[in-house]
């Protein structure tokens, strides 16, 4: 997928251009990108361990499913796309959470974050993720503040974001 077409978007995360993604990345330009958070109703996570076979953080534990925002699609097209692809469910209860600016942390990515409930079974997609699991968010919590190095960077600042400003109930 390094071909993919994705917007390159200015500060204000208005799009200014199209380029492949292999560029944007080379780059450093500043691109769209959404990252789901897969709860079940036990309050636990989903998380995804990234392929090996992937060009960047592979075999790192991430988000439960995330991806760029393809040129001319919005970030709310490609939450429910991206769950499809990754986890092989449909999205019927995506919620919005909160958007984080782009910034070298973070690939030079806007991410939108989304929250869903689901309890499984997933079908993952093999060529994007290596395995999957559910967390409790206190062994997630352990894991992030130790800055656990199995763990994408990107899925840490999320995280730490999520529970420093996601209402308790949410949690």
Known sequence: MPNELLDVVDELDCIVDRRPRREIHASGLRHRAVHILVFNNHGELFLQKRSMLKDLNRGLWDSSAAGHVDAGETYGD??????????????????????????????????????????????????????????????????????DPTMTETFKIIWRHYRQHVPPAEV
């Open 78 to 147: 490609c939450a429910p796309r991206e769950l499809k692809e990754e986890l092989g469910v449909a999205a019927e209860d995506l919620k919005a959470l909160f958007k984080l600016q782009a910034c070298p942390e973070l690939g030079m990515e806007f991410v939108q974050v989304y929250r869903a409930e689901h309890n499984g079974p997933f079908e993952l997609a093999a060529d994007e993720i290596d395995e999957g699991d559910w967390f409790r968010p206190a062994a997630i919590d352990d894991r992030v503040a130790r800055d």
